[in-house]
């Protein structure tokens, strides 16, 4: 082959060189004089860093600075990067992350930088500490570079690099002088000990040592690409080097197999071994700067992108080939030369006009006019738009359509005999068949056997078809069977890369799918999880998930509800089971991945049903207890597109929201084939099963036509756990012992027994349920429509309830829940017939009480009201004094057992006539609720009852009194006369004994029963009803101002306190219940009366910013008839009157006990008119709506003034006048 013109030659390389001017000419020749000489093909550049870093005086010197992509192509390993810190530093196992940005080339990057525990420590100890927008500069010395997978939604203005710079043996920095940072323009060298042994650091290579990028078009590559026309003649390589390849390249090119045969590699043989005339001699590849790994071109795509000026080694291979194709067939049987042909650029022929005329007018003249630099840019530009014509048509070749199943089996290669001279092009190895199990050629195969096929000429450049011999036999290898995607054009590009983690791999997955775990199975289940998106996004399986953020998935929906549900928060919530071929589960295809969709307006969620195929972008995955799900939260930007199968249709979640690309729906596509082979192959296999009910009859046979799943069974509570098939559900007949109802409207909670013992359920530490019986109780939530039929059952009433599922709670115990009302049945346990599991639950019952008595555990202790203690529960027969209906729901009761106890709340005058002289010692008051009210309405003074369950409650030490509510009947009435029962007998004895004691007392005279006079408490005398004497005049203490004196004496300069006497005449609130507020503490508002937490603020019921507080208005009158109203108390006031001192404030509306210890104690300083007959006060209300109690008594009131033109009074002090 004659060799082109040097002219024309030289013409074209200036044309796609944008015409070099003469100095670069001379700069090319110089080059070609040293690789002539045997130097290097590419003098090492030099900088002026270079200078700095020899020097050492200053690593911040400004022509150190470096850019971060060079750092993370990893083309620099010295100087320093001028960084930011963009966002708030985060301590994860005591290293700090940082998360940087940097100007690098005109864009702003970002990329994280890690400082381990070691380095650390050191910042910690120099006092350290990065801010967000602190300035320094970095020193890429010790610096390590690590790998790191992007995540993108698309939508992020800053460009960010996949690297992690890490400095494990410590750091040097510079803050810079801009900023408020206040260690700026300060330095830090830190290094560890064994860091500072290491020093000197190695030194720099030169720059045609490193390892350029891939991307660099200004850097010498490893292996220096080619030219189109051979840069070195005939006479300078030897024409041997031609056909001899070395050592090295051919052991890669051609690795020797089992027995001893050169094997090609599969990777193409362009890239595995240089060609030596073009490429000069080879040297071994340099190891990585840093730490960083360089970047690997994609498949089937040029390491270097065709741009004017460089010549790509598929034109020298063409060149080889056409200096060689004349050669005898023998002569190239020896050796295998790696390079394909291909079409060189068609950039030559497009300008071969414009190339003709810049050769003879270029003259070399160091000035060119304005009309030559005009015509080199408008050459340079058409070269640039056919270079890349060319490129694209090129990847279009090297990427030809193929089957998705395809893409997962490994290439075969098919080795070549050795040529004896020169190195034809190798034959090409080409994918085996899909579905079928294929050997390669025998020894005895003719050279025919080695002929690509069809498919591969489109995708591989052509190769010689002659071979001296047959190749060896490879290995007989099987393959799965594989089906083609039934999809558009776009489906057959649809990636099926498999993932590990949450990595891209192209290899197959390790694990192993549907379509390999029987034989005979539909071969449409042959289908990888995950892929990659048009716009780079990776779209992990469901089974790699780990907790992270912003994660995306195309999946199938498994399960779906038909409607949204309603949250506490007022949220709408979808819950869908997606599943795809990397967590799908044969016997149980609702079994998937859990994902929690939540949005504030319901039409923003998809309306979904089974088999449609849903892609989810930037959602989180969370762990709950112990399980991962997806959450879409409604604060988070994720999207869904959903996919219809049947009508071959997507719907966005917004109008605006870019529709998928043609590789997400080719894989959407892929799932549905996917899916109905899925259930094809189910149908298969449950044609062939035969179910049998767990738990019951082994011997029966259900229809293979009926659902293939494990039936719900009857389990006992210790035999009932969240991982029981199916899915925790399961039938129970059990005792109710409680219920109450929850914090949200829609539930009720219901605990109830089946006297069996499981140690996980939650631990039961209420006062109804006895210490022995609280391992055997389980609480089930029943919700929506069962809550109301929860709150119907009565306690010790027996139910079979069915589809109960145990589930774990928040505190980590199990719990049920259910909430199908029409399951539940009442049982009846004198009505036993068919009721099997019943019986055994008596029988069970039965022998738990003879234990537990014989144990002295089953009841609650019978205790001496003297004995009890706070706040628990026990058991005591008394005799009652007195009984006071208040409501329907509320009733008090005086009651006795004849001991004596200091600490017992004081006694109303009310009561006195009742007390047959009993000291207040000895009268305890019980406050009855909700069904004991009735009962204890219904009883009469000198009754005799037996109380189970009370528990005693005071503040402070004292004031104790007994509460006693539920549902159950807890007073049984006694008969003293007839009954047998020893605590009864021991009542009377002590009641006999006190009586003796009494008139013993009388008869010596000494201290009568009947105590003060006036029937008043004094907390330990005694009470007594006596006749009332006409009190004497009470005379006005001194020092005391009226309310209009008041007024006039403050001048408001300074707060004062003024003593005056009134009365009180009405309140505010008008109902006393009101009088106490509750209020969060976190946003300083009021709650409202419906509710006991705040919902801005309370997010977890264990923690809770509300707190009860004090909040009325007195409206006094003075001896004048002037009327002032003065504030009791307000939740902004640090102080209480007196007379609240000792009652802190509690929820008057569910604490009866608080309520009526604080009437009792307004009820002397009000007056009864205004306590018990407020309501017949407003009725007959004066004309100006202010009322006029009767019994009202006079007060002394301490109010003060704060400073101010308009001053609010409050009450400090109050007592009665004296």
Not at 75 to 103: E, I, M, Q
Not at 697 to 715: G, L, N
Not at 814 to 838: I, M, N, P, S
Not at 925 to 946: I, M, R, S, Y
Request: charged share 25%; proline share 9%; net charge neutral.
């Amino acid at each position: 082959m004659s060799r082109p013109d040097n002219r024309v030659n030289a013409a074209r390389a200036r044309s796609l060189a944008r015409i070099p001017t003469s100095s670069q000419t001379m700069k090319r020749a110089r080059r070609r004089a040293d690789l002539d000489a045997g130097g290097p093909a590419k003098r090492p550049r030099t900088r002026s860093g270079d200078k700095a870093v020899a020097q050492g005086d200053n690593p911040f010197h400004s022509s150190l600075k470096r850019s971060a992509s060079d750092v993370c192509e990893g083309s620099t390993t010295d100087g320093f990067l001028l960084l930011n810190v963009a966002r708030k530093p985060a301590v994860v196992h005591g290293a700090v992350r940082l998360v940087v940005d940097a100007h690098d080339k005109g864009d702003s990057v970002e990329f994280d930088v890690v400082f381990p525990p070691p380095c650390t420590a050191l910042l910690t100890k120099a006092g350290v500490e990065f801010c967000m927008n602190d300035s320094f500069m970095l020193s890429l010395k010790g610096a390590q570079v690590e790998r790191k997978e992007i995540r993108t939604s698309g939508r992020t203005v800053t460009k960010l690099l996949p690297m992690v710079l890490s400095f494990p043996r410590g750091v040097s920095l510079r803050f810079s002088l801009v900023g408020a940072s206040p260690l700026s323009g300060q330095t830090f060298d830190l290094w560890t000990d064994a860091a500072s042994g290491i020093e000197p650091e190695e030194p720099a290579r030169p720059p045609s040592a490193l390892a350029p990028s891939q991307e660099d078009w200004f850097l010498t590559p490893v292996e220096p690409p080619p030219s189109a026309t051979p840069a070195t003649s005939a006479d300078t390589v030897p024409s041997q080097q031609l056909a001899e390849p070395s050592d090295a390249a051919r052991a890669e090119a051609s690795p020797p197999a089992a027995d001893g045969t050169p094997v090609p590699s599969g990777k193409p043989n362009a890239e595995e071994a240089p060609d030596p005339e073009t490429d000069g001699p080879q040297k071994p590849p340099p190891p990585a700067p840093l730490t960083a790994e360089p970047r690997k071109a994609p498949p089937n795509r040029p390491l270097y992108r065709n741009v004017p000026g460089r010549v790509t080694r598929t034109a020298t291979a063409a060149a080889a080939k056409k200096s060689t194709a004349n050669a005898p067939k023998a002569a190239r049987s020896k050796e295998t030369t790696p390079a394909p042909p291909a079409p060189a650029p068609p950039v030559q022929e497009a300008l071969e006009p414009e190339l003709a005329s810049a050769a003879a007018t270029d003259t070399g003249a160091p000035q060119e006019t304005k009309k030559a630099q005009k015509r080199k840019a408008k050459l340079a530009k058409k070269a640039g738009k056919i270079v890349e014509q060319a490129g694209a048509a090129q990847e279009q070749e090297q990427e030809p359509p193929r089957d998705p199943a395809q893409l997962t089996h490994d290439a075969t290669p098919v080795p070549k005999p050795a040529t004896a001279s020169k190195s034809p092009p190798a034959q090409v190895p080409q994918l085996k068949p899909s579905g079928s199990t294929s050997t390669t050629a025998s020894a005895e195969a003719g050279p025919s056997s080695a002929k690509p096929g069809p498919s591969s000429q489109k995708s591989q450049p052509q190769a010689s078809s002659s071979a001296a011999r047959a190749p060896p036999a490879m290995p007989q290898r099987t393959t799965r069977p594989s089906t083609p995607v039934t999809a558009s054009t776009s489906s057959a590009k649809a990636p099926t890369k498999s993932f590990k983690g949450s990595s891209v791999s192209s290899q197959p997955s390790s694990r192993p799918s549907l379509a390999t775990s029987a034989s005979g199975q539909d071969p449409g289940l042959a289908l990888e999880a995950g892929c990659v998106g048009d716009n780079g996004l990776i779209y992990s399986p469901l089974a790699s998930l780990r907790e992270n953020f912003n994660v995306n998935c195309i999946a199938v929906v498994a399960s779906a509800p038909k409607e949204p549900s309603r949250t506490s928060t007022n949220e709408w919530k979808l819950k869908l089971v997606l599943v795809d071929p990397s967590n799908a589960d044969l016997d149980n295809m609702t079994h998937g991945f859990t994902m929690n969709c939540f949005k504030k307006d319901d039409g923003e969620l998809p309306q979904c049903k089974q088999g449609d195929v849903i892609i989810l972008t930037t959602f989180q995955v969370k762990s709950f207890h112990e399980r991962l799900e997806g959450l879409c939260a409604s604060y988070l930007a994720w999207t869904w597109t959903l996919f219809d199968p049947e009508a071959g249709k997507t719907t966005l979640m917004h109008p605006a929201q870019p529709q998928p690309g043609a590789r997400e729906l080719a894989y959407c596509v892929a799932l549905n084939d996917w899916w109905r082979a899925l259930r094809r192959e189910q149908e298969r296999e449950r044609s062939n099963v035969i179910s049998h009910q767990i738990g019951g009859d082994a011997s029966r046979e259900w229809p293979a036509s009926q659902r293939y799943s494990v039936m719900r069974e009857h389990r006992l509570i210790q035999d009932a756990s969240p991982q029981a098939q199916p899915n925790g559900y399961f039938d129970c007949t059990v005792e109710v012992l409680h219920g109450h109802k929850n914090s949200l409207d829609n539930v009720y909670s219901v605990y109830v027994t089946d006297y069996t013992l499981n140690e996980r359920v939650t631990p039961i530490t209420a006062g109804w349920c006895p210490h022995a019986l609280a391992p055997y109780v389980l609480r089930i939530e029943m919700w929506d429509e069962a809550a109301p039929r929860g709150a119907q059952l009565k306690p010790h009433t027996y139910v079979a309830l069915k589809n109960v599922r145990m589930q774990v709670a928040k505190n980590g115990h199990w719990e049920a829940k259910f909430t199908h009302a029409q399951r539940l049945r009442v049982l009846d346990e004198d009505e036993l017939e068919g009721e099997e599991y019943l019986v055994k639950l008596l029988e069970r019952k039965a022998k738990w009480e003879k234990e537990a008595e014989a144990k002295g555990e089953y009841q609650f202790p019978h205790k001496l009201i003297s004995e009890a203690a706070l706040d628990s529960h026990f058991c005591c027969t008394v005799e009652v004094l007195l009984v006071k209906q208040k409501e329907a729901t509320r009733t008090l009761m005086w009651v006795t057992d004849y001991t004596t106890r200091a600490d017992l709340a004081p006694i109303a005058s009310t009561a006195a006539e009742h007390a047959h002289g009993l000291p207040t010692e000895r009268i305890l008051k019980v406050a009855l609720t909700d069904e004991q009210a009735g009962v204890g309405a219904a009883l009469a003074p000198g009754d005799v009852v037996a109380v189970r369950k009370l528990r005693l409650k005071g503040a402070r030490g004292r004031d104790v009194a007994g509460v006693l509510s539920g549902s159950e009947r807890l007073v049984h009435k006694l008969n003293p006369q007839t009954t047998g029962s020893e605590e009864c007998l021991a009542l009377l004895s002590r009641k006999k004994a006190w009586k003796k004691q009494v008139e013993e007392e009388k008869a010596r005279g000494k201290a009568k029963p009947n105590g003060k006079a006036g029937g008043a408490p004094n907390g330990k005398g005694t009470m007594a009803v006596r006749k009332k004497q006409k009190e004497p005049a009470k005379e006005r203490p001194r020092h005391t101002v009226t309310l209009r004196q008041l007024h006039s004496l403050h001048d408001g300069s300074k707060p004062m306190w003024y003593r005056v006497v009134a009365r009180v005449v009405d309140f505010f609130p008008h109902d006393i219940k009101n009088w106490v507020v509750l209020h969060c503490t976190g946003c300083d508002k009021d709650i409202p009366e419906s509710f006991r937490i705040c919902t801005r603020c309370d997010t977890d019921m264990a923690e809770t910013h509300v707190r009860p507080f004090y909040r009325f208005w007195l409206e006094i009158e003075d001896e004048d008839g002037a009327r002032e109203c003065v504030i009791g108390a307000f939740s902004s006031y640090p102080f209480l009157p007196d007379f609240l001192e000792d009652l802190p404030p509690a929820d008057l509306r569910d604490d009866e006990e608080a309520l009526e210890k604080l009437t009792e104690r307004l009820r002397p300083l009000l007056g009864s008119d205004l306590i018990d007959n407020y309501n017949d006060l407003l009725q007959n209300a004066k004309e100006d709506g202010s009322i006029d109690p009767s019994d009202a008594p006079l007060l002394t009131f301490v109010i003060g003034a704060k400073a101010g033109d308009n001053p609010h009074l409050s009450v400090m002090k109050c007592s009665p006048l004296e």
